[in-house]
């Protein structure tokens, strides 16, 4: 008996790579099921169907028709995002590339888990704005793309494929039509064994019935008659969960919070429509030709009408009672032995439901949110039943017990223990141990980020994580490329198996190991346990600005990841570039703990004008460290952990300036006042309530951060006090405004029609339209060269109409499109000067292009 459940336990690590588990390691609190949603549930488990929904961008996904899918059809449904929504704007904070895409990740989560859809993503980087696909596979590997799509198609298996974009100029964005036209070529490339044949040693090909384009009223002329067009009602009310999947919709919709996406919620009739781009026609049914039912499974026909009894005879008032009809099923599909796709995934299905049913509760908790590698951890874990059902604990299997626990085999770095304990109903089972993280642990940077990529891809590794079972060949000991790609976060650093018997049959179920604290304002909050190493190294400031040969002061924070950690700390300078002190001894006691230090960086005779980079790097015990730590924090998310690279940009350049005080009133949130403060400016942050008369005079610019005019509803009734500043000699600035959502229908002290044209290469040819004018000349001369090096895009959401009091400065044009005029507009206002700029200042800034910050001098200094 003791060998069944060790070999039971053992076996369930194999499952550890599926999609479930890993959905299950996210950081988030426990799941709780009421009545409803287990009765939905089970209706689920007699539905054997699939869809995969497939665009460019977080918050291209229709909500509504995955929340439709999910739990009106109860399909499985998933969503396939190519890119991580790295090139965006962020409308909550100040992360942008990289932070941005972590943020845009978990939003998609923490949408799913709302709509019922699954998550998934290529590894195609968003490069920003992109006009056309033939721009967007210049820079996206359009191969290793496909290849990504038909790993997802083969290993989901879905019946009907969507696109949320037609593959034509319809769609908008060039990485909107790429899209659809990969998953065009990848309907056909996932069934063709010649395809990627490299998959075929995980998965097999899979031909799925139909390809459509989820098309819509903004896809489609004025007066088109849709009739021609197959389509469903998607507004539908579902009973069991008290909502219609329009406000379901509008919930997870809400969730793109960086984007600005707030939905409010639609009820009634939803019509969706759809164009078949590939395989057979749907006519009637959205599914039509696929067998929904168990007898798509040969000899499942049977386990359907069983699910049926169930829900037949299911007491919402008692859920319990429907876990022995479901251990029946599940004795019925261990039968099949995995003969099919379907067969694991509803199996998955009901381990959950008994979960469900029996309200159990399984926990392992850390007392500390990180480790090292090798590091030792206390963590709690509780088992509790909350049903008359009996229920016995019977193996627990936790990484490297310490001290061992009584009746403990030790299996590679795992211990596995026999506990045999009666679960009794709403009584829990606490046992407090420690674990050591395994020596060969990946610091916790998200997989994706690990290596370093290029501009439109990203890199995953050949082995992405590592588990300890040496002494086990037929266990896998690690998780290979293939096995992780397409997942949407890491895999949990620990987790912990148990083993439960229920009316003798044992179930396993795997939890991570995660933190948890209490909130005095949130409550209960949970983060995932996060590995780091031993010491973290963060540069203060994102570029360092050298206009003269003066030195600057580089603040470098140390930060110990355990306790007692020393070394010495130096800086990796270019040819040319000096540090005092050449190095630093440090010490850190505590766990955590943190220590500023500071270097003096000058540049010499031999240091190059532009842009270079330094680095900071800790030695410790032989081994040098130059990864930082970074939190994301936001209420709508799980707290994510980044080690980005201790690099600093370091930019020399000819500079001069005029004025001194700058006040700054932030829109979206960007880094342009440090930029400003890295030159030499004084900048105050101004509140809406610092904007009057009085306190304006003080200032010799004022510079509105981007999207002021989309996020500060207070501008409606300050924009008078701001004119009046520049009519009385003031200097106003303002950064870019999206065209749709201003708080007021004029920026300007002259009419401008606000768009969303833009320059998308970054370093476009520029015209100089009035080269004798002051943004050119004073105090800086702007040559073509100041436009070198820039980053994603030029500019962005420029003007397409103005008044002819306004001047135009440059010109520029991505290939083929005509030349767009107004990414600065100047107007003389009273005795002062207005300046609309859409350049994309707030990227090139914090990246150390040397010309941005020209161009921005030359700016605030305009009248000085």
Not at 273 to 286: H, N, R, S, V
Request: glycine share 8%; with cysteine; charged share 20%.
């Amino acid at each position: 008996m003791r060998l069944r459940f060790l070999r039971a336990a053992l076996s369930a690590l194999l499952l550890f790579n599926s999609q479930f588990l890993i959905e299950k390691a996210h950081a988030q609190a426990p799941k709780t099921w009421s009545s409803s949603e287990i009765l939905l549930g089970l209706k689920k488990l007699n539905v054997l169907g699939s869809a995969l929904y497939v665009a460019a961008h977080p918050d291209d996904e229709n909500t509504r028709l995955i929340a439709y899918l999910a739990n009106g059809r109860l399909v499985e449904t998933g969503y396939l995002s190519c890119t991580r929504g790295d090139g965006g704007q962020n409308l909550i904070g100040p992360e942008l590339r990289e932070g941005l895409g972590v943020i845009r990740t978990q939003e998609l989560l923490a949408a799913r888990r709302i709509d019922g859809g699954r998550q998934f993503f290529t590894r195609a980087n968003d490069l920003g704005f992109s006009k056309t696909p033939e721009e967007t596979f210049t820079i996206w590997d359009k191969e290793q793309v496909l290849a990504d799509m038909v790993w997802l198609i083969r290993q989901r298996r879905p019946d009907v494929l969507i696109t949320r974009f037609p593959p034509d100029a319809r769609a908008g964005h060039g990485h909107h039509t790429a899209s659809a036209m990969l998953a065009i070529e990848a309907f056909s490339a996932a069934a063709d064994p010649k395809r990627f044949p490299e998959q075929l040693q995980y998965v097999q090909p899979w031909q799925a019935k139909r390809l459509l384009w989820n098309t819509g009223s903004f896809f489609v002329k004025p007066g088109e008659d849709m009739s021609q067009y197959f389509k469903l009602d998607a507004g539908g009310f579902n009973p069991l969960l008290g909502q219609s999947y329009g406000e379901i919709a509008a919930r997870s919709r809400s969730q793109h919070r960086s984007q600005g996406f707030g939905s409010s919620a639609q009820r009634g009739e939803a019509p969706e429509y759809f164009q078949l781009l590939k395989g057979e026609p749907a006519k009637t049914d959205l599914f039509d030709g696929v067998d929904l039912t168990w007898n798509r499974v040969p000899g499942g026909a049977a386990i359907g009408k069983m699910i049926d009894e169930v829900i037949r005879k299911y007491d919402p008032a008692n859920p319990s009672a429907s876990v022995a009809g479901l251990l029946k099923v599940r004795a019925e599909i261990d039968k099949l032995l995995n003969a099919s796709f379907w067969d694991s995934e509803k199996g998955q299905e009901v381990n959950e439901l008994v979960y469900a049913c029996l309200g159990l509760s399984l926990s392992a908790v850390s007392q500390e949110s990180a480790a090292i590698p090798d590091g030792k951890l206390d963590i709690a874990v509780e088992a509790l039943n909350r049903s008359s059902v009996p229920v016995k604990l019977k193996v627990l299997q936790v990484p490297a017990i310490e001290p061992p626990l009584p009746k403990l085999q030790t299996v590679g770095n795992m211990a596995i223990q026999e506990v045999n304990v009666e679960l009794a109903n709403g009584k829990s089972l606490l046992k407090k141990t420690a674990i050591t993280i395994p020596a060969n642990q990946y610091v916790s940077q998200p997989y994706w980020l690990r290596e370093p990529g290029t501009i439109g891809m990203y890199k995953v590794p050949e082995v992405v994580e590592n588990f300890s079972w040496p002494e086990h060949p037929h266990i896998a000991n690690r998780l290979e490329r293939w096995e992780i790609l397409g997942n949407p976060e890491n895999v949990s650093v620990n987790q912990v198996l148990f083993t439960v018997e229920v009316a003798g049959v044992p179930l396993n179920y795997t939890v991570p190991v995660q933190y948890k604290s209490t909130d005095p304002v949130e409550g209960e909050k949970y983060r995932p346990l996060t590995v780091v190493p031993p010491v973290m190294v963060n540069v203060g400031g994102h570029a360092y600005v050298f206009a003269d040969n003066q030195p600057k002061t580089v603040p470098v924070t140390l930060r110990a990841g355990k306790a007692g950690v020393k070394g010495t700390l130096a800086l990796s300078l270019p040819k040319g570039w000096t540090a005092e002190p050449a190095s630093i001894p440090f010490e850190l006691a505590a766990k955590d703990a943190e220590q500023t230090v500071q270097f003096r960086v000058q540049p010499g005779a031999g240091a190059a004008e532009g842009k270079s980079e330094l680095r900071a790097v800790a030695t410790v015990e032989g081994q040098a460290y130059s990864r930082g730590y970074q939190t994301i924090a936001y209420s709508h998310i799980p707290t994510q952990t980044l080690f980005p690279e201790a690099v600093a940009p370091l930019v020399k350049l000819d500079l001069r300036r005029k004025g001194q005080e700058i006040g700054y009133l932030m829109g979206a949130g960007d880094e342009v006042p440090d930029a400003l403060r890295q030159i030499g400016y004084t900048v105050t942050l101004l509140k809406p309530e610092d904007i009057t008369d009085q306190n304006l005079r003080r200032f010799d610019a004022v510079v509105l951060g981007v999207r002021a005019y989309n996020t500060l509803d207070r501008l409606k009734t300050l924009q008078p006090t701001l004119l009046k500043y520049v009519e009385q000699g003031g200097n106003l600035v303002v950064q870019y405004v999206v065209n749709r959502g201003t708080v007021l229908p004029q920026i300007g002290p002259y009419p401008l029609t606000l768009s969303s044209d833009r320059v998308t290469v970054e370093n476009a040819p520029v015209t100089f339209l009035n080269p004798s004018q002051p943004l050119l000349n004073t105090p800086n001369k702007i040559t073509s060269k100041d436009f070198e090096g820039w980053v994603q895009e030029q500019g962005l959401y420029y003007p397409s109409q103005w008044d002819p009091k306004y001047q135009t400065v440059l010109s520029s044009q991505d290939p083929g499109e005509t030349a767009k005029q107004s990414a600065i507009l100047v107007a003389d206002y009273g005795k002062g000067h207005y300046i609309y700029t859409g350049l994309s200042l707030f990227r090139e800034l914090p990246a150390g292009v040397p010309g941005a910050y020209r161009l921005l001098t030359n700016m605030v200094s305009l009248g000085k």
